[in-house]
């Protein structure tokens, strides 16, 4: 038999053969009880069926789990939101605190303006200024509206409610689940409704919250559009009764 080229063993060397054409090849065996029909075979109705009770369930189990996680960035949320507003309220107070000191300055700068010794500047007459008063208390306006309190704990409520409706469908699921059944269907039909169950009363606690925040940004916004409005306007007094005090001065 005639050898073979050279090109033809550099062939058969590249592909791991000998260099000879009459060299064997060896061929991997399959495994024993190997079927090579067996990744061609079609699954089963039933197959089928498990498959996508499977799916479906382990589908509900994330999506509850991303809701968990929605209602806890969402009552986190809430609860920043009402530490704006209380800060929000306090800025208010001040600024009402400012307004007192303007007008309680005004009012000695009044007095001090119709003073017959003001041009002396020794001591003011007791017709004008009594010596040593005392400054009135301060009177702090509560900003709370028993209507919104009430609301907001109305909101608060309708969230626990739903919490423990979800509280005890979760226990319910985790029944579900672990109980055993002799018909596959009806353990899934078991642990289904249990998880609309838990994700009805999730979705519930995420409409409450979500009103919730609403309404606390639609009542802070008008809390800080009108302390907008009084800081410029505190500004104007304050700089008005420095001028008046200035013009005394001189």
């Known amino acids: 038999m005639p050898r073979s080229s050279g090109r033809a063993k550099a062939g058969r060397k590249a592909l791991g053969l000998g260099e000879d054409a009459n060299d064997a090849i060896v061929v991997n065996e399959p495994e024993p009880g190997y079927d090579d029909d067996d990744m061609y075979k079609p699954q089963t109705t039933q197959e089928k069926i498990e498959s996508t009770r499977g799916n479906i369930e382990d589908t509900n189990d994330r999506t509850v789990g991303m809701l968990d996680d929605a209602i806890h960035i969402g009552a986190n949320t809430n609860a920043k939101l009402a530490r704006q507003g209380e800060q929000l309220n306090r800025g208010r107070q001040d600024l009402d605190e400012v307004k007192e000191n303007t007008d309680y300055a005004n009012e000695h700068l009044s007095k001090m303006e119709m003073c017959c ?28 509206d028993e209507k919104r309190e009430k609301g907001r704990q109305n909101g608060r409520n309708a969230v626990a409610d739903n919490m423990e409706k979800v509280s005890k469908a979760k226990r319910d699921l985790n029944r579900a689940q672990a109980s055993p059944h002799e018909d596959d269907a009806a353990k899934h039909e078991a642990v289904f409704d249990a998880q ?25 916004k008008g809390i800080i559009r009108g302390l907008d409005n009084s800081v410029g306007a505190r500004k104007a007094e304050v700089r008005a009764a420095d001028r008046r005090a200035a013009a005394l001065l001189h």
């Open 196 to 220: 609309l169950d838990v994700m009805t009363g999730q979705l519930g606690v995420l409409a409450e919250l979500a009103k919730e925040q609403g309404t606390e940004l639609e009542h802070q």
């Open 117 to 144: 010794c003001v041009a002396i500047i020794v001591s003011c007459c007791c017709c004008c200024c009594q010596k040593n008063a005392a400054k009135p208390v301060r009177k702090v306006k509560d900003y709370r």
